[in-house]
């Protein structure tokens, strides 16, 4: 503030304010800029170039002006330059997966010896683009993941890297954004093309000048600039092998339906403008949550939209402060004009729904600045709640009790973030296990680390960035069939998986012989299906085995409503109780194996020994799964700042699994036990083509100790049931084999509510009739695993 210097350190002391920030002249950043003339090209094949006659953009600030009067463009590529990126990239990453380990991490430590001296210049050019990011940060990053790179082969000795990895991160994002996914691609030995936002262009190419001169070979790390449609071109790339995504929630779905049916794994970060909890209890030291708060939701730069949750016995002193502490603040600028209008909006719908404000000053008549503005008194429904617009206001709610809490903490549709603030270690661990987030702050907010992983939830996005765990995202098993590159279907999306089944009497129907009828299992139950319609299980030969019922929406439904009453006391159980369910499982399909292999062999036509074989190794894999139940346990890693931090492992929810047409005993307990394991609930829809060992097997679920309702089996057509299972918002992740177009419906559905997909196509199996499935790498069951679970990082600081 202007009158800062005037004051004595006590009077500032008393009042809390915060002092001028220091003037930059960005000497070095303008000195970089004016070497490159102020235009701003391409890194591709291990310099910059230059291409003529492409359209141009100029780079601007949130007021429409260029940067501190330093003008920046940048160059739009066209087909060709995305073309001639990716055979650069598909060279380089040949060149640099063949090194040795130990190789790719010397030019990972020689890089962050390079970037300190590139720092002064890295941060003016972020400030200048408005995402600044500290140097030592990305130091630190660097340092991590060159370890990661010399110690990939022997702690990762069955992955392998995927290829040529898109990164595409949006303007609105933050540098240290780019980082964090070039870094640890580099490290597992994949080449890159980063299509940065227009905004971030400048620093994503210094830092590609930086791993250059750090001995990065040419090709591995490429920059592409451009407009909106620059981003689909290079994903549909037949270089691109992978692409991951950070940015809001719009810009992904769009990204996700473009991208329907190319054949190209997805991951999505959408933390930009995510709604996170900042939780105060009444045991709380209150000045410090209070000065958490304002740091927090305040500050010129953020990713996310804070809500504050107070108890209710708190609420006059956390208001008192808050009114105090806000005293004098200056105006926050914003994105832009259009995002002042949206402020004032949700301001005024506030007001009318009975808030009072709590402002620092009164908002300026015109341009993108508005004071930081409280809004005491909303209702959790209210959309300034869920889906405040991006700008300095923060919805005050006020709950009675800690269940209450929780409640509105997990109101969010978003799952990127909490902070809790108490001086109750129980309570906070307690509130931190129960919030449905990725990362849980105790008494302290925004620390980040790359030793432990930002993991979203929900509509914050299907991606792991950071630690150990967010190496595989650019990762695939060794063994493991990858889905084939494609051109998208023709398909109607909206008709698709609705065409009615239709009951046809098979030729040679023999009516002195009528075959059983078999139910589908909801809920513990064995019940028919609601539209009562049912289906022919036939033999290889077209002799007709049974009748099984043709489920559809309503059962989806059904399964769904009892998984999600009894999933919570199913993950409650602890992990030694789940593993002997497990076991009992694995007993009873043992007493059961003769009748198992008859209807293996009697739906499949194979041979009784093959039969036996595929019960045998089912038995086998149900309790590979029971052993690694109480094995798989989260790691208290080491951190760099005092504190302490742990990552736990958690289960999605409800699984939606359909299951491929080979080894129908086998993919079922395998899957199955993947899910179940680590405390999900499934619903698993059997091979369409050889259901009867799924359904033969719901007999022997029938007696297991597993609650009714943790897993369900519903029989029917594949497309119907998938159909029905991507659109249930409650369905947290979904698990295909199947069709091609199958693939591309899931891939443009399931963005909008956003799942986990993992997904195969059939003909990814092989001709031996699944060795995919009978002698499975080791890397293929631990990707299952991480398949089945979240992860959660929890932070406490000491100091």
């Known amino acids: ?25 960005a000497t070095a950043a303008r000195t970089w ?31 429409g002006e260029s940067h501190n009067s330093c003008s920046m463009i940048c160059i739009c590529a066209k087909e060709e330059d995305v073309s001639a990126c990716g055979v650069s990239a598909s060279a380089g990453f040949k060149a640099w997966s063949e090194l040795s380990a130990h190789r790719r991490a010397k030019v990972l430590l020689r890089l962050a010896n390079t970037l300190q001296r590139y720092s002064q210049c890295m941060s003016e050019l972020c400030v200048l ?82 791993f250059m001169e750090a001995g990065l070979p040419a090709g591995v790390l490429n920059v592409v600039t451009g407009d909106c449609a620059l981003v689909a071109r290079v994903a549909q790339s037949i270089h691109t092998s992978y692409l991951t995504f950070c940015g809001s929630k719009q810009d992904g779905e769009l990204l996700a339906k473009q991208l329907a049916g190319w054949g190209v794994p997805t991951s999505l970060s959408l933390s930009v403008s995510a709604v996170c909890p900042f939780i105060i209890f009444e045991s709380a030291d209150i000045d410090s949550a209070v000065d958490g708060v304002i740091e927090a939701a305040f500050k010129k730069n953020k990713d ?20 105090l502490r806000m005293t004098g603040m200056k105006c926050v600028p914003l994105a832009s004009e259009a995002h002042r209008s949206l402020v004032e909006t949700a301001v005024q719908q506030a007001v009318q729904q009975g808030a009072t404000l709590i402002q620092s000053c009164p908002p300026p008549s015109t341009g993108g600045l508005y004071p930081p503005t409280v809004l005491c008194g909303l209702a959790p429904p209210c959309s300034a709640v869920t889906t405040p617009p991006p700008g300095p206001l923060l ?18 549709p978003h799952g990127q973030a909490a902070s809790i603030w108490t001086e109750d270690l129980t309570l906070a661990l307690e509130t931190a296990r129960s919030l449905k987030v990725g990362s849980v702050w105790v008494n302290s907010h925004s620390v980040t680390d790359p030793s432990l992983p930002q993991s979203g939830r929900r509509d914050s996005g299907n991606c792991t960035n950071g630690g150990k765990e967010g190496l595989y995202q650019f990762l695939c098993p060794s063994l493991t069939p990858r889905m084939p590159r ?16 239709t009951f046809m009497v098979p030729e040679g129907f023999d009516p002195s012989s009528v075959p059983r009828s078999c139910s589908q299992f ?14 022919v299980v036939s033999s290889p030969g077209g002799a007709v085995l049974a009748y099984c019922a043709d489920g559809g929406r309503k059962d989806i439904r059904n399964a769904v409503e009892a998984a999600l009453k009894v999933q919570p006391g199913w993950l409650r159980k602890s992990s030694a109780a789940r593993a002997q369910s497990l076991y009992a499982l694995a007993d009873s399909l043992d007493k059961r194996r003769r009748d198992m292999a008859a209807s293996i062999q009697a739906q499949t036509g194979i041979s009784m020994d093959e039969a036996n074989e595929e019960v045998e190794l089912s038995i086998s894999r149900l309790s590979d799964w029971a052993a690694r139940c109480d094995k798989q346990s989260g790691v208290v890693p080491p951190l760099p700042q005092t504190g302490s931090a742990f990552l736990i492992p958690e289960a999605l929810g409800v699984v939606g699994i359909v299951l491929p047409d080979t080894r129908p005993l086998l993919c079922l307990v395998s899957l199955l036990g993947a899910a179940v394991a680590m405390g999900n609930a499934v ?32 029989t029917g057509g594949r497309d119907q049931l998938t159909q029905a299972l991507a659109n249930h918002s409650e369905i947290q992740a979904i698990w295909y084999w199947g069709s091609v177009e199958g693939c591309q419906f899931l891939q443009y559905t399931c963005c909008s509510p956003l799942k986990r997909m993992w997904l195969h196509c059939e003909e990814e199996v092989d001709e031996e009739g699944g060795r995919y499935w009978t002698h499975p790498s080791p890397s293929f069951e631990e990707e299952m695993w991480r398949e089945a679970v979240v992860w959660k990082s929890v932070w406490i600081p000491t100091a």
Request: neutral net charge; aromatic residues 8%; glycine residues 8%.
């Open 395 to 412: 919805p005050l709610l006020s709950f009675r009790s800690v269940v209450e809490g929780v409640t509105l903490g997990n109101h969010s």
């Open 683 to 714: 619903i698993m829809v059997p091979s369409e083509k050889h259901p009867l060992p799924a359904i033969d097997f719901i007999q022997i679920l029938q007696v297991s100790d597993i609650p009714g309702g943790v897993v369900s089996i519903i």
């Open 486 to 501: 494609s051109t998208p279907r023709s398909l109607d999306y909206s008709a698709f998986g609705t065409a009615a089944s």
């Open 33 to 63: 800029l004016e070497q490159h003339s102020q235009s701003l090209g391409l890194f591709v094949d291990g310099g910059f170039v230059r291409p003529v006659d492409r359209q141009t953009l100029r780079v601007t600030d949130s007021t």
């Open 522 to 535: 909801i809920g513990g139950k064995l019940c028919k299906a609601d539209s009562g319609c049912i289906r």
């Open 304 to 323: 996310w939209q804070w809500v504050l949750c107070v108890q209710e016995s708190m609420w006059d002193s956390v208001v008192g402060r808050l009114k």
């Open 1 to 25: 503030m202007a009158s800062v210097a005037s004051k004595t350190v006590y009077d500032i002391f008393q009042s809390m304010e915060y002092g001028a920030s220091a003037s930059t002249t």
């Open 129 to 210: 683009s408005e995402c600044p990011c500290s140097s030592s940060a990305l130091v630190r990053l660097a340092h991590y993941y060159a370890g990661w790179a010399q110690l990939r082969d022997t702690l990762m000795p069955n992955w392998t890297p995927r290829g040529v990895v898109a990164i595409v991160v949006s303007a609105d994002c933050q540098f240290y954004s780019i980082w964090l996914k070039v870094l640890p691609a580099l490290a597992m030995g994949n080449a890159v093309i980063v299509v940065p936002g227009v905004k971030m262009a400048a620093p994503a190419l210094l830092l590609a000048q930086v």
